[in-house]
């Protein structure tokens, strides 16, 4: 199992490679985040030994009972929120997280503003944009992300990194990534986390710099989630 998930990592860096080649982009312009949620620090130690650092969890509660014990024991790990972040847990998240990727809403941009003030330091900020306008997804519309990234930049001061997206999961996704990266051009934006284990090779394609793998690596999860 956690001699696959090595295998299995080495495996996706060479598809990564590729696919960067093949859109003409240098493979160090994209950055693999693996996605650990529901996988135990068990599974996930053999992937940080096999080199990677970068991760990704949905929860908050899982990532903190999860991360500070791997911290302890393997420097240099960035950790990354996929997930939807309710306001109350900002403070929490700011301590823990280096990247949020799913900042969607004036309240929640009000309170991160509140707190990396407070917290004197800012994880990288993400604003997620709900391309296929799903009642159940989290993120902005796209007709209304130009006024929300504004607002974030003007009202309350945050420094946007990049857009993030989760196209539909029964729709090509090629067409929810080029509105993304040109949602993203228009407002300046340099880092764009799309791509997960069923179609990050295409996302590359679309100028992805951050691609979100979890189950290419670490196998299937049980099916109870988000
Ligand atoms: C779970 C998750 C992923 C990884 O999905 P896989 O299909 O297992 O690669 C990526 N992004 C987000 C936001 C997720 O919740």
Not at 16 to 25: D, L, P, T, V
Not at 101 to 123: F, T
Not at 188 to 214: C, H, P, Q, W
């Amino acid at each position: 199992m956690s001699a696959m998930a090595a295998e299995n990592l080495r495996e996706v860096r060479n598809q990564i490679e590729k696919a960067a080649k093949a859109a003409g982009r240098e493979a160090s312009s994209v950055r693999l985040i693996a996605i650990s949620k529901t996988f135990e620090a068990e599974d996930i130690a053999p992937v940080i030994e096999a080199g990677q650092r970068i991760f990704g969890e949905n929860r908050v509660q899982e990532a903190k009972a999860k991360w500070p014990v791997l911290r302890e024991k393997h420097s240099g790990i960035e950790l990354h929120l996929v997930g939807p972040l309710q306001s109350n847990k900002v403070k929490e998240v700011i301590s823990l997280f280096d990247a949020i990727h799913s900042v969607d809403r004036a309240k929640l941009a009000a309170e991160l503003a509140k707190e990396i003030q407070k917290a004197g330091k800012s994880p990288q900020l993400f604003v997620q944009v709900n391309t296929g306008a799903e009642p159940q997804k989290a993120g902005v519309l796209p007709e209304d992300a130009d006024a929300f990234i504004k607002e974030c930049r003007e009202t309350y001061s945050l420094n946007i990194a990049g857009l993030m997206c989760i196209p539909p999961l029964e729709e090509a996704p090629a067409p929810h990534f080029a509105l993304t990266k040109k949602i993203a051009e228009r407002n300046g934006l340099k880092l764009l986390s799309m791509g997960m284990s069923a179609d990050f090779e295409s996302a590359i394609n679309f100028g992805a710099t951050y691609v979100r793998v979890g189950s290419a690596i670490f196998g299937s999860r049980p099916k109870v989630e988000t």
